[in-house]
Nanobody, 124 residues
Framework: QVQLVESGGGLVQPGGSLRLSCAYS????????MGWYRQAPGKPRDMVAA???????TYADSVKGRFTISRDYAKNTVYLQMKNLQPQDTAVYYC??????????????????WGQGTQVTVSS
């Protein structure tokens, strides 16, 4: 059974920072690139960061230079450090195996299990 548990979200002022965590289990996640996705109200869920097993990270233009994805294989956890947060970053954030394209790098995931996500709200 796939388990993805995201945490670390909250309310932050513009310019602030947050660090999201995602604990994963139940699948061979360690052999896959992992990604962070976000979904704002009324919008589709988009991948914003991905980290390959070769430790190459890719990002959406909207977050590049502000977000950093990392991974701890020993803890089966992937992180998203977010800095200089802006109101447009407000969304529910999810992690999962990477799927889609970022910076010209293509990722693929089969299956569609998701965790509950963690809410990030950027507001003054």
């Amino acid at each position: 059974q796939v388990q993805l548990v995201e945490s670390g979200g909250g309310l932050v002022q513009p310019g602030g920072s947050l660090r999201l965590s995602c604990a994963y289990s139940g699948r061979t996640f360690e052999i896959n690139a992992m990604g962070w996705y976000r979904q704002a109200p009324g919008k589709p869920r988009d991948m914003v960061a991905a980290l390959g097993t070769d430790n190459i990270a890719t990002y959406a233009d909207s977050v590049k230079g502000r977000f950093t994805i990392s991974r701890d294989y020993a803890k089966n956890t992937v992180y998203l450090q977010m800095k200089n947060l802006q109101p447009q970053d407000t969304a529910v954030y999810y992690c999962n195996i990477a799927d889609g394209m970022l910076e010209g790098r293509l990722y693929y995931r089969d299956g569609d299990e998701w965790g509950q996500g963690t809410q990030v709200t950027v507001s003054s």
